[in-house]
């Protein structure tokens, strides 16, 4: 499983796009809120993406996927559809997940959203997941290997009796959306590929509430919910590895990621 060593020019351009994809979901936030439909949040990202940022977003057509961006509500682990036929309520948590193509550039980044108040139960799927997220960008440097970053995501998930699905992972990123190498969410330390600076790629762990197993859904081809019906929460950032550590594209304006 190799993965491409970008150039300062691609990375200066995966720097742009990975800002623009963390605007995004910035813009959006104050917009989830109880009563609003998926398919309204698809459509603001959409104009923000295409009208003032001037990028393309990824998803559209991607492999035939219908809309802008993702929208994961509650039990939907990822790739949800945004859709008409249900506006969000009151207790719902949500990820929405941006990428954009900014000068042939991929920037990839989710976060999670509460609904109007949310069940503490809920909120802390949401904030263990979200450290998963930080715990393995912690790793990242030359040197280390994606197994370490996989084991301290599991551990951390594990320590909190959640559980971190497996069918789906992080991936290197580029001028192309989803290539090597894979970036399992589990692993053992000192395994797998050694991490060397110019390499690009998410991390994107998915936590449940209950068991990891997840199905997709037949009907549309794309939605994967949990198996038990119980809450999943993900958070996805865009990362290069330089010469001492790691350097967060997607780093929204509520982050601080001191020390690299
Ligand atoms: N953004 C997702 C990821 O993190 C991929 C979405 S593919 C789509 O890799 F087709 F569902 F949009
Ligand atoms: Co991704
Ligand atoms: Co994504």
């Not at 509500?73 to 859709?83: E, K, L, S």
């Not at 992080?170 to 192309?176: C, D, K, S």
């Amino acid at each position: 499983m190799a993965a491409s060593i970008k150039t300062t020019d691609e990375l200066a351009k995966m720097r742009v796009a990975g800002r623009l994809a963390a605007d995004v979901l910035e813009m959006i936030g104050p917009y989830v809120q109880p009563g609003v439909t998926t398919s309204k949040l698809d459509e603001i990202c959409h104009k923000f993406m295409v009208d003032e940022q001037q990028c393309i977003p990824a998803p559209l057509d991607y492999h035939g996927f219908p809309k802008s961006i993702c929208t994961s509500v509650n039990q939907v682990v990822c790739h949800g559809i945004p859709t008409d036929k249900k506006a969000l309520k009151q207790g719902d948590i949500i990820n929405i997940d941006i990428t954009v193509i900014k000068d042939g550039y991929h920037g990839d980044t989710s976060q999670m959203f509460c609904v109007g108040d949310v069940a503490s139960h809920a909120k802390r799927l949401m904030e263990v997941a979200q450290e998963c997220l930080y715990l393995g960008i912690d790793k990242v440097k030359p040197g280390a290997t994606l197994g370490d970053i996989g084991f301290v995501i599991q551990q951390h998930a594990a320590e909190n009796y959640y559980s971190v699905v497996r069918e789906y992972c992080g991936h290197g990123i580029g001028a192309v959306f989803h290539e090597d190498p894979q970036v399992l969410h589990y692993g053992k330390a000192g395994k797998g590929l050694v991490l060397e600076e110019g390499m690009t790629f998410t991390i994107e762990p998915m936590l449940n509430a209950g068991k990891r197993h997840v199905k997709l859904n037949r009907r549309d081809g794309w939605t994967v919910e949990t198996t038990d019906g119980r809450l999943s929460a993900q958070w996805e950032h865009t990362l290069a590895v330089t010469a001492t550590g790691v350097d967060v594209l997607t780093v929204r304006s509520d982050e601080s990621f001191n020390g690299y």
